[in-house]
């Protein structure tokens, strides 16, 4: 009886000692990956966008090591200004991809990616014991993909924001959602300018997140797909006006959202002419092209237009002369004034012809538009100079020679 009871007790105890053995085990991974501070971090980025999280991060190291006692980077192009900060500040470099991943579970806790500019291998993204965070300067699901800032401006958002998601293995910019912060965009912004204003936001949220590491990570919402839109990889075509469809303000929106790398540009006669600088002057300011185009009596001798009409428009009669793209020069301005699809006009203080230099409204007047009757003075869609669907101005490459 006495032994019986005695071996229930040892086998009590035993038991016991098994759990506290396997609780302790789990701990101890525990305590390896998710504890902390200090963390090992791997960042993963190239451009502008990427500098300022990098910079963040970077200080927060030097600054002590009590929260990150690891900071490499990951690259991909060596000349990137993520790289050549990174090797100003002695960070450790590794090019993407890398070998093989394995040892990176081994050298790091969590991986960040702004703006890297490659979707990430699978097997790397398993290596991470806190997963990869991703920086992305968009209200996702909105403008998922490769270039959400001109896209956003391009279609007149007024809000955007950055998102920090964690990566998922073979999807783009879907991942679950820690944290998202909204900002107004100014009916003026350009491209530019909201990328570093968003790249500052990205590295307060970065640094915030690790701050908080490993609770940040565990609380997480998923996207959803129901609103999601898509920014694909710019194209210099984005540029191309079309007069018949785009209103005054979405012909100034790609100027905000892309001029930085094209001006918006479109077709005088055979000539590529990019317009610069230009304003939006409302439908109701508008002055009339008639009255700029002075003596003729355009209603005898102009051709009937036929207007494509999305914008259902009374500005722009279907018996007028007056159509999308037609250009006078107003003196009293010293500007061009563009007739637009919804009777807003563009006010546009320079452009180039191809090939030439920059000149001034005046310049163009004199050099191009004086030697056209009136009613002919007007911008064309590259589709219209090749055929409609077309999509290339390939008659439009032209010899700089020729004199207008
Ligand atoms: C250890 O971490 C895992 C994964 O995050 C978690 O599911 C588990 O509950 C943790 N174990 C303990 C003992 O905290
Ligand atoms: C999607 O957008 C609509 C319209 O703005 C809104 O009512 C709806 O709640 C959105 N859905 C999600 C999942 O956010
Ligand atoms: C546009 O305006 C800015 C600021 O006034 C000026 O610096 C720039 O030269 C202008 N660009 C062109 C092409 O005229
Ligand atoms: C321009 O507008 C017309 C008429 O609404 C439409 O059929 C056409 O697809 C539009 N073209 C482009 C390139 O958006």
Redesign the pocket.
């Given at each position: 009886m006495i032994l019986s009871l005695n071996r229930l007790f040892v086998l009590k105890i035993l038991l016991w000692l098994i759990c506290l053995l396997v609780?302790a085990a789990?701990?101890s991974?525990?305590a390896t990956?998710?504890e902390g501070p200090p963390w090992r971090i791997l960042f993963f980025g190239s451009d502008d966008f990427s500098l300022k999280a990098l910079i963040a991060l970077t200080d927060e190291f030097k600054r002590s090591e009590k929260l990150i006692s690891k900071l490499d980077l990951m690259f991909i192009d060596d000349e990137s200004v993520a790289w050549k900060y990174a090797n100003e500040h002695r960070l450790n470099r590794i090019a993407y991809p890398p070998e093989s991943s394995t040892g990176l579970r081994d050298n790091y806790d969590i991986g960040v990616v702004a703006s890297f500019g490659a979707m990430l291998r699978n097997d790397l993204i398993k290596e991470f014991p806190l997963g990869i965070l991703n920086a992305h300067p968009s209200l996702l699901p909105r403008w998922r993909g490769a270039s959400p800032i001109p896209h956003a401006i391009m279609h007149g958002d007024t809000e955007t924001g950055v998102t920090i998601m964690k990566i998922k293995p073979d999807e783009f910019d879907t991942g679950d959602i820690l944290m998202q912060t909204r900002t107004k965009i100014g009916p003026h912004e350009h491209t530019p300018e909201l990328l570093s204003r968003l790249a500052d936001e990205s590295a307060n949220l970065v640094l915030d997140v690790i701050k908080d590491l490993p609770k940040s990570v565990q609380n997480l919402t998923p996207q959803g797909n129901e609103n999601a839109t898509y920014a694909p990889l710019l194209k210099q075509e984005m540029t191309w006006i079309l007069w018949k469809n785009w209103t005054a303000e979405q012909i100034y929106n790609r100027h905000r959202g892309l001029s930085h790398l094209w001006p918006v540009s479109t077709i005088w006669k055979s000539f590529v002419v990019k317009l610069h600088n230009f304003t939006v002057i409302p439908a109701t300011k508008a002055v009339s092209l008639e009255t700029l185009a002075g003596t003729i009596k355009p209603s005898i001798t102009a051709p009937k237009v036929e207007l494509n009409r999305p914008h259902n428009l009374q500005a722009l009669p279907p018996e007028t002369w007056l159509r999308p793209g037609l250009v006078m020069f107003d003196k009293s301005v010293k500007a061009l004034r563009v007739m637009c699809v919804d009777g807003a006009q563009l006010l546009v203080p320079s452009v180039t012809v191809s090939g030439r230099k920059t000149m001034d409204a005046c310049g163009f007047h004199n050099g191009f538009l004086s030697r056209t009757k009136p009613y002919d003075r007007v911008f064309n869609e590259y589709s219209q100079i090749k055929g409609e669907g077309s999509t290339k101005p390939s008659r439009a490459k032209v010899s700089p020679k020729r004199r207008g």
């Open positions: 609780f789990s701990q991974i525990n990956t998710m």
